[in-house]
Every structure is written in structure tokens, then in C-alpha cells.
């Protein structure tokens, strides 16, 4: 296995118009978009999660994972052309790539979100430019605090956090955990490091 992976996020929404076409019509459309996922599935991880009754603005979200970039086209162009996709719209899209984090010891993951965690938690932000003129340990000493505030208040993690090196602005941070309320309400609290991000929106 590679030591480091391509990530995908893709979020869909589903047009209303959609949920009055012919049941047939729309089971068919499903099935074609399940097949595309099942085939890519076979030999890569793929996870699906469902954001409806959380955001009025997606609907589904697909994470999906590869060391070849090819594998993630092929797979977009293939799941593009199914029935429920092209009744869909993409509002967000993020492609990344696991790597070690500089701020723990912990080593690159080849792949997140495996486990049997019931939510995935995703953390785009972007970063003011003063950020990056800090010092390296001024950064860390940042960085320690948020993970000291998971680590401190739940021993027994409510979720795992996942470093992640963005190949686009935003730079996304993400999750999987057992417990929503934990993870929001973690990331909700004030931190040094604040002041230094521009846009941020879990």
C-alpha cells in the first residue's frame, strides 16, 4: 500500500425536481450510480454519508480514495454519466492528500476514515498569510492546544482527527467520530490560532 493516498470529497445535491420523476425512473437512476460506485469499491475505499436533515445545501457526500489519480477520474467520469448524477450539482469539492502532520507524532495514515465511526467531520478553512510567517514552534505550540482540548476533555476520543494537505485552497481537516455533539462543540471553541484563519466552516 502507498504511503500516501489521493482523497476525494465530493458533495452532491439532488435537483427536488428528481423525487417526482417515475419511481422506475428513479430506482434505475440509483442503480446506475450504485454501480459505479460498487466497481470502484472493489479494490479501493470509497465511504458514503448522508447530510440530509444537517445541511439544506448537500445532500451526499462521497469520500473516495486512491494513490492513483487517474483511479479518481475514471471514477467521477464514470459516476457523472450515471442517472442520479446527472440530476445532481456539485457545490464543494475538495481533493487532498494524507500526509504526516508536522504538529504530532503520529505517522501519515495511507488511508482515513476506515473505521466503523458513524460521522465524518470536515473542516475546510483558509489560512491568513500571517500564519505561515510564524515561527515553526509557534505553529506547533498552536496547534497543541486544539488537540490538547480533545484529548484533555474526552480520554476515550469521541473522534480521530486526520491530518490533511490540501492540493487546493481550502485546507481541509477531517474526522471521523462516534459523538457529534463532542467534535462541534471542540472545534467551536476559541483558539490562539483564531485570529490567523480567514474563513472557516465545519
Not at 467551536?188 to 472557516?200: G, Y
Request: aromatic content about 10%; glycine content about 4%.
Amino acid at each position: 500500500m502507498a504511503d500516501r493516498t489521493f482523497a476525494k470529497f465530493t458533495f452532491f445535491k439532488i435537483d427536488p425536481e428528481w423525487r417526482r420523476r417515475d419511481p422506475d425512473l428513479r430506482a434505475a437512476d440509483k442503480q446506475e450510480f450504485l454501480a459505479a460506485c460498487d466497481d470502484f469499491a472493489l479494490d479501493r475505499s470509497l465511504r458514503a454519508y448522508s447530510t440530509i436533515g444537517t445541511r439544506g445545501d448537500v445532500d451526499l457526500v462521497l469520500l473516495s480514495q486512491s494513490p492513483n489519480l487517474d483511479d479518481l477520474h475514471t471514477f467521477h467520469v464514470v459516476l457523472g454519466q450515471s442517472g442520479l448524477a446527472k440530476w445532481s450539482a456539485t457545490p464543494y469539492s475538495f481533493l487532498s492528500m494524507t500526509k504526516r502532520s508536522p504538529y504530532s507524532e503520529e505517522g501519515a495514515r495511507p488511508q482515513i476514515c476506515v473505521s466503523e465511526r458513524k460521522y465524518l467531520f470536515l473542516y475546510p478553512m483558509v489560512k491568513q498569510r500571517r500564519w505561515y510567517g510564524l515561527s515553526a514552534d509557534e505553529r506547533l505550540a498552536s496547534m497543541a492546544w486544539r488537540v490538547s482540548q480533545t484529548v484533555v476533555a474526552h480520554p476515550r476520543p469521541a473522534a480521530r482527527f486526520t491530518s490533511r494537505l490540501a492540493l487546493q485552497n481550502p485546507v481541509v481537516c477531517s474526522s471521523s467520530g462516534r459523538i457529534p455533539t463532542r467534535i462541534v462543540s471542540v472545534m467551536a471553541s476559541r483558539s490562539p490560532w483564531s485570529q490567523l484563519t480567514r474563513q472557516h466552516s465545519p
